[in-house]
């Protein structure tokens, strides 16, 4: 009877519904094959460059400085340092009056801020408008909340004078986009500078989502955790600084991209209370807080950058400068092989086309898994080069249209983009002689 009972218990479903179809995850399957077989690593997203000394000299103050309440609970939503220096930040940056309290909040970096939106203001039945290709973890989110994912794609137009293309040549055609809103659409998430591709939304496309957002009362997610990365003389543009976007609009930023240090995990929300209210309550209900020490950390770092703003000294003037030689020297290095890189205008990131290498790791036609994932599998384990393929940041639907490119990061010491030449450069020479 006993032995009855337990079966019967253990043959019931333990997954919550919620969780069906999400299970698999890019990139717990690529850290892991990175650290089994990559001699160079350009897959995820992180640098491996230290941190700025002023930001790591800041942890050791707070760690050891004789505050020892650092390493108690601080206010919930968020150390009153960072919040006060994030609320002047932004004032600066738009134009507006901004309340620590009510306008910012801090979180356990970008991810989660991401993660308090869609459970806080998505619904079940809600439709919420993804533009593709994008950081994978808004589609998981959304159906998490119940809502329901809504894929618009940014459609490549190649330059026709056989110049190398850029992320700017990536664009919404504007009819499709407005096709995709309707009165079940609760909200679009905008990624500028975007992840995969390195394009920076151009004013002239950000007003065509500001005009549609406002016409159909929609809200924007807008994850900008690259907003200091933009290249060429760029500029970056947030989209709540736009016409009838601030009341409508959460910003969305983290401490990992803005300071090189992805480990710290602090990350922040900026908006209008009326948005950041409910933010609150989901955060308050499941995380509460993250680390005080690197709260005050970010804290200071901050403060330094308020001080130098604009300024040569600046890391946030810096940071951008550094990154763009990085980035040239992997397109040389792609380039010069013929595995065509898409120029980024921003990003970590670079996404190229490996179209010219497929004889060596030929299709295999009805297979499950899409080319570009075999690809990036097979470049890792017989070349040592780690990199994700570009149909990750597609919906389910489209990943089959785009499995001709794979995603690098160059935000990597220049000994590593040597490392990453020298295997392309030799692999090159093989598929010659
Ligand atoms: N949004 C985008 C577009 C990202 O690329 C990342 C990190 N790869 C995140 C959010 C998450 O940032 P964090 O590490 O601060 O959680």
């Known amino acids: 009877f006993l032995s009855h009972t337990l079966q019967a218990k253990m043959s019931r479903p333990v997954q919550a519904r919620r969780l069906e179809g999400i299970d698999k995850n890019i990139w717990v399957e690529f850290v892991k094959l990175a650290a089994t077989y990559s001699k160079v690593n350009l897959g995820q997203g992180f640098p491996d460059f230290p ?40 004032e ?56 329901t994912p809504v894929f618009v794609p940014l459609r490549p137009n190649p330059p026709k004078d056989g110049k190398l293309m850029s992320s700017a040549d990536w664009q919404l055609d504007p009819a499709e986009l407005a096709s995709k809103f309707s009165e079940r659409t609760k909200a679009i998430v905008l990624n500028s500078p975007n992840n995969p591709l390195g394009k920076v939304f151009s004013r002239g496309e950000l007003g065509l989502i500001a005009e549609l957002c406002v016409k159909h009362d929609v809200l924007c997610f807008s994850d900008e ?38 480990g710290w995990k602090v990350g922040w929300v900026v908006g209008p209370d009326r948005l950041l209210q409910h933010l609150r309550t989901v955060h308050q209900n499941s995380v509460y807080h993250c680390a005080t020490i690197a709260q005050e950390a970010v804290a200071q770092g901050f403060q330094r950058e308020l001080t130098l703003y604009g300024k040569p000294e600046s890391y946030f003037v810096q940071l951008p400068k550094e990154l763009q030689q990085k980035r040239d020297w992997l397109i040389q290095s792609l380039d010069s092989v013929g595995m065509k890189p898409i120029i980024p205008e921003g990003t970590y990131f670079l996404v190229a086309d490996i179209s010219q290498f497929k004889s060596d790791v030929p299709d295999v036609p009805n297979s499950d898994e899409p080319y570009d994932y075999r690809f990036a599998k097979w470049m890792v384990k017989n070349k040592g080069l780690a990199a994700i393929p570009l149909s990750a940041f597609y919906s389910e639907a489209h990943k089959n249209n785009y499995t001709n490119f794979i995603r690098f990061c160059f935000a990597k010491e220049e000994a590593t983009l040597k490392a990453a030449n020298d295997i392309l450069q030799k692999w090159k020479q093989e598929k010659t002689s």
């Open 51 to 90: 941190a700025p000394d002023f930001l790591t000299e800041a942890f050791t103050r707070a760690l050891g400085g004789g505050n020892h309440m650092l390493h108690q609970y601080t206010r919930a939503f968020g150390h009153p340092p960072l919040v006060k220096v994030l609320a002047q930040f932004f």
């Open 92 to 147: 600066k940056l738009l134009g507006r009056e901004l309340d620590p309290m009510t306008n910012v909040m801090v979180t356990v970096g970008a991810y989660q801020a991401l993660f308090c939106c869609f459970q806080a203001l998505v619904d079940e039945g809600d439709e919420v408008i993804i533009i593709e290709p994008f950081f994978d973890c808004y589609e998981p989110m959304v159906k998490m909340a119940g809502g």
């Open 225 to 262: 955790v690259y907003e200091w990365l933009v290249y060429d003389g760029r500029q970056h543009i947030r989209i709540a600084s736009l016409q009838g976007m601030w009341d409508r609009t959460v910003i969305i930023g983290s401490a990992g991209k803005t300071f090189s240090a992805t």
